[in-house]
């Protein structure tokens, strides 16, 4: 996080030495900071902290979906369950599944992208639409094209792999398939977001850096490796973390394109805690397996924390 | 939910930054614009296919083999999802719950921030890492308590389930903070010498100055609301309520195997997003590399 | 502003209060004037045209087709009412979209729903309960129902579906095969197969024919039709349910269910119906003339039509049963009326009539395969003369459906479970042995789980 400190403000309001400015704004703020911050925070509370907090407590009860009132206090037993849960934990390995396969591509492909799109002499608006465009589409369009392009013999995945003389497989049909297929997808659908990001990112790296090592008779694989990568490493952890926590938090493409399946090969954990929860009518337990997840996300989000942290101090 | 990194500054900065750094052979230079074309190109194909396939007639999809031909151009997918009428009331959701999402996304979060990053008050670094918090709990893993809590309002199929729930973001408080906090602090002294009231210093001279960030925070809050699936799944049972991705998530039905319809729709359904992307490309682009915005 | 309806477990701030409120925080009031057009419903909560029908289905395919035929039917019959019908996707997503809706305070006024299914939504009070008198103002009492369907539906004697139809697990067979295999009497129908040797040799006598399978089926990614079988077979052997106790006690009778599985497995392993293929390669294999019998529910029949296969229908044969004892997987769609406390006496009638109107076209539904349970037609000579369609009517009368628990019905976390593990026997994955502990085992677990229904 990049949250400048508070700290400075009152030395710096001192210096200025503005004593009826800064009396006035002293009276004024507590009172203006409460209406200011009202609005927010009641929603914040009523939409965010309560639900959690709700959440936390339904966990360890019995609560069901149809039935009023928190029902039956339950104890551990939902987090018991959960832990035994061997679907409950091949949903959480699913989600996990999809997130290594989409993030080395997504970095990678972009980075390169990026690169190449640098160095082009024309069109890179062109390029910029080209890969951006997919990323504002709505999951349910994604989806629904892409179960089109997956429609066994009909469909032009299938029609170009036939075309090369191999078999298709069923793309979503086929349990060892399923997830690759949705993994392509989500590439094809989010990659332009980090190829954006590695732009911005390029751009800031000084026109000099190239220009004397250039002058060194260094080749432009040199330069790359001596100058670009390192002085893309912080957008490339951002890239990384942003990659990690979207992908942890897959649902759309599934839920449309499989409904999990098949044989719950690609049900991820929010999926199961949406079955779970508002199919099974379990919400207690749903709530217990949202704090699992949530758990997890905040694993990834720390690390995260600590790294961009550690980045910081090191530029 | 998003993420937020980065400062702000890069954003404003880099409108004025030197042309960037190109060097190496002229001939190495067209082939990476060689390549980009290619790969640009094979990018397109999915949506190509999809336009392609919607201008075909719905028995046309089904012949083998594969092609890109069409033999009888039609509009008749389109008009036929338009005259059937839901897409229209699909819209009306999506426009309106994006829309009111992002109005008092702008106002709360910015009223907020400005308190955060120009106010002093009692409390304030509790407040702060209180809406920190909120940085690390996604709606999503929120649903189950939120739809028990929201069906206890009396609000499940109405619109307002779906926006309440979407305002209060917490990664939008954190990007107005870091704009308003890189504002010179003199202009505000100034105002205040001249008898400004903070209202004033909010409205008539903070919010001008951070107009880029509110452009990012409205643009992006628009692009997430309307994309959202998940939530307004839970919430909105009426077909005549829904808005797009949950429409066409879940009345497929409808369109059965007639992949014409059904490309047609899903295009219908991203049109306004893809109009909205061409009129602001740069700024929307220009706000996910000043902010690392990211749904 | 027209009723609102609070949500069923609504509490402290009403909803009317909170909108109210909502909306002068930020809207002008004009939107309020919009009362029944969405705009008003979403923003003030107000119903959306409440004179028409709200109908909701799961069908899609030739299903599909005909249903939108029978809407066509009561719209052109009814101009008074008006309908608006949704089909939503099949399976878990439209029961739990079902669920959510009436929840939410706005259900359909007419849903579709698996008999099975009902009893889950019924038991977690979603469903209005049909007043016999209500019924009978639209001409629908008990003595008019298949009784099977209609007994199986009653919850504590009391009525809260309507069924359309029942749809059996039955036996297609390939016409020129079984032909050439000596397996059809002189009128071209196929010699009732009894006893578990008499199907083997069946499967046998046109594996020689065909030269690759005797029959075919689903099991490899399927886990419906995998218990359709087991179920079938099992019920004719006298099984007790497999669970019981609304789901909390796991009955299934070792030994039967076991020779059940045993049995399938040896089906496989001399490749008499291979447990290799899936849902969509048993259709394409039986109709490519490949096998003499394919075993699913009857909805596959348009399928062979349009495919042209050479085929006819009969009951599922009865393989273990004795002569008086025949029993056959089966569902019923029924018709639903969601729970909603804002409903008036003039909109339930509308509902009312709408499933009398289904009821009515029951001839245009048959074609598609499923048993009317509507006796006004299936008694007719009309039906008689629908074949192979009226040829396994009476399997029907035998029908067994699945057992009741909150995660059972079609399409179920039961089915998927134990159809699953069936399916892993049938394909020689797992031993017969295995397969049983693993369904035990796993129903085990939901089984002490407490029920979230009442």
């Avoid at chain 2, 903070?177 to 001249?194: H, N």
């Avoid at chain 2, 609301?225 to 799944?233: A, D, E, F, G, K």
């Avoid at chain 3, 062979?304 to 009969?314: D, H, I």
Wanted: net charge positive; charged share 15%; proline share 5%.
């Amino acid at each position: 996080m990049t949250t400048t400190t508070q700290a400075s403000r009152p030395t710096q309001a001192a210096s200025t030495d503005v004593p009826r400015a800064r009396g006035r704004g002293r009276r004024d703020d507590n009172r203006s900071a409460l209406a200011f911050l009202a609005p927010f925070l009641i929603l914040y509370v009523l939409f965010v902290i309560g639900p959690a907090l709700y959440g936390l407590v339904m966990s360890f009860f019995d609560t069901s979906l149809v039935k009023s009132g928190l029902g039956k206090f339950a104890g551990l037993s939902n987090y018991v369950e959960a832990f035994k849960s061997a679907d409950f934990w091949s949903s959480m390995w699913h989600t996990v599944l999809f997130t290594i396969l989409t993030t080395p591509p997504l970095v990678i492909l972009s980075f390169i992208f990026a690169l190449l799109a640098e160095r082009a002499t024309h069109g890179k608006w062109f390029f910029r639409l080209a890969f951006f465009a997919p990323y504002i589409l709505p999951s349910a369009t994604v989806a629904l094209i892409w179960i089109w392009l997956y429609t066994p013999d009909l469909g032009l995945a299938s029609g170009v792999v036939q075309k090369v003389g191999i078999t298709a497989p069923q793309w979503l049909g086929d349990p060892n398939w399923a997830m690759w297929s949705i993994a392509a997808t989500t590439v094809w659908w989010t990659l332009g977001f980090n190829f954006v990001l590695y732009l911005a990112g390029l751009q800031e790296i000084p026109r000099e850096l190239y220009e004397s090592s250039s002058l060194d008779g260094a080749s432009p694989w040199q330069q790359m490796r001596s100058i670009t990568i390192p002085l893309l490493r912080r957008t490339t952890t951002l890239v990384v973390v942003l990659q990690i926590i979207a992908s942890l938090k897959v649902f759309d493409q599934m839920y449309i394109m499989t409904s999990g399946g098949p044989n719950f090969s690609t049900r991820p954990a929010l999926e199961y805690i949406y079955d779970i929860g508002f199919t099974d009518y379990r919400v207690g337990y749903g709530a217990a397996a949202s704090t699992v997840y949530f758990v997890l996300l905040l694993i990834v989000s720390a690390v995260w924390f600590l790294q961009t942290r550690r980045a910081e101090k090191k530029v | 939910m998003a993420t937020l990194t980065s400062e702000p500054k890069q954003f404003t900065a880099r409108k004025g930054a030197t042309k960037t750094a190109v060097s190496g052979s002229r001939l190495f230079n067209r082939l990476c614009t060689g390549v980009m074309i290619a790969f640009s190109i094979i990018w397109l194909i999915p949506l190509l296919w999809a336009v392609d396939t919607a201008f075909k007639p719905n028995g046309e999809t089904a012949k083998l083999p594969v092609t890109w031909w069409i033999d009888h151009p039609t509009w008749g997918s389109f008009a036929s999802i338009l005259r059937q009428g839901d897409i229209w009331h699909w819209y009306l959701s999506s426009f309106l719950t994006s829309a009111l999402i992002v109005i008092l996304t702008v106002i709360t979060a910015s009223l907020a921030a400005f308190a955060l990053s120009r106010l002093k008050f009692r409390g304030q670094g509790a407040i702060l890492g209180f809406i920190l918090l909120g940085l690390l709990i996604p709606i999503q893993v929120l649903i189950v308590p939120l739809f028990r809590e929201v069906g206890g309002m009396g609000l499940l199929n109405t619109y307002w389930a779906v926006i309440l729930p979407q305002v209060p973001t917490a990664i939008a408080v954190f990007v107005f903070k870091q704009f308003f906090d890189g504002l010179p602090r003199e202009l505000e002294e100034a105002a205040r010498m001249d008898g400004a009231s903070t209202w004033w210093i909010y409205r008539g001279m903070a919010m001008p100055l951070i107009k880029p960030a509110i452009a990012a925070v409205s643009i992006f809050t628009f692009i997430w609301s309307w994309n959202n699936l998940l939530w307004p799944l839970l919430v909105l049972s009426n077909p005549k309520l829904m808005t797009i991705p949950v429409g066409l998530a879940t009345v497929q039905g409808n369109f059965g195997i007639r992949y014409a319809d059904t490309m047609a729709a899903a295009l219908l359904g991203a049109l306004p997003l893809i109009a909205l992307f061409l009129f602001f490309q740069r700024q929307i682009v220009e706000g996910v590399a000043g902010t690392g915005l990211k749904g | 502003m027209t009723t609102d309806h609070p949500a069923p477990q609504s509490t402290g701030v009403s909803r009317r209060g909170f909108l109210g409120g909502a909306l002068a925080l930020g809207l002008g009031a004009g939107a309020l004037s919009a009362c029944s057009t969405p705009l008003g419903a979403g923003l003030a909560g107000s119903t959306l045209d409440p004179g028409t029908v709200q109908y909701w289905n799961l069908f899609g395919g030739g299903d599909g087709v005909r249903m939108q035929a029978m809407e066509a039917g009561f719209e052109k019959s009814h101009a008074g009412i008006g309908l608006s019908s949704v089909t939503l996707a099949w399976g878990n997503p439209y029961y739990t979209k079902l669920s959510l809706a009436t929840l939410g305070g706005a259900p359909p006024d007419v849903a579709v729903s698996h008999l099975t299914r009902m009893k889950t939504l019924q038991a977690a009070d979603l469903l209005a309960e049909l007043q016999p008198a209500d019924l009978a103002r639209h001409g629908m009492t008990a003595d008019k129902f298949n009784q099977t369907a209609w007994k199986t539906g009653l919850v504590d004697g009391k009525i809260y579906a309507i069924p359309l139809d029942t749809h059996p697990f039955v036996c297609f067979y390939n016409t020129d095969v079984c032909k050439k295999a000596g397996l059809l009497d002189s009128s071209g129908k196929l010699k009732p197969i009894t006893g578990e040797q008499a199907f083997m040799d069946a499967l046998t006598k046109a594996k020689k024919v065909t030269g690759q399978y005797g029959a075919t089926i689903a099991a490899i990614n399927e886990t419906s039709t995998p218990w359709r079988i087991f179920q079938s077979l099992y019920s004719q052997l006298g099984g007790s349910p497999v669970v019981s106790a609304q789901g909390t006690k796991v009955t299934i009778d070792d030994a039967k269910a076991l020779k059940i599985l045993t049995f399938l497995s040896k089906l496989n392993t001399t490749q008499l119906m291979p447990g290799s293929l899936d849902y969509q390669g048993a259709i394409a294999t039986f109709a490519a003339g490949r096998a003499g019998f394919f075993f699913q529910g009857e909805w596959e029949i348009t399928t062979f039509q349009t495919a042209k296969t050479p085929f006819s229908m009969t009951k599922f044969p009865n393989v273990y049963g004795d002569a008086g004892h025949y029993a056959v997987q089966a569902d019923s769609h029924t018709l639903v009326i969601p729970k909603d406390s804002g409903r008036t006496p003039a909109q339930l009638d509308s509902a009312l009539t709408f499933i009398r109107s289904m009821l009515d076209q029951s001839a245009t539904w048959a074609a598609g395969g499923h048993v009317p349970a509507w006796l006004p037609y299936r008694n007719t000579p009309a039906y008689a003369k629908l074949t192979p369609q009226s040829n396994y009517a009476s399997a029907a009368d035998a029908a067994v459906y699945d057992p009741i628990a909150w995660y059972s019905g079609s399409g179920s976390d039961f089915e998927i479970i134990v159809g699953g593990t069936i399916g892993a026997v049938m394909s020689g994955v797992s031993s017969p042995q295995s397969g049983l502990d693993q369904i035990k085992q796993k129903l085990g677990v939901l089984a002490k789980t407490q029920p979230p229904t009442r």
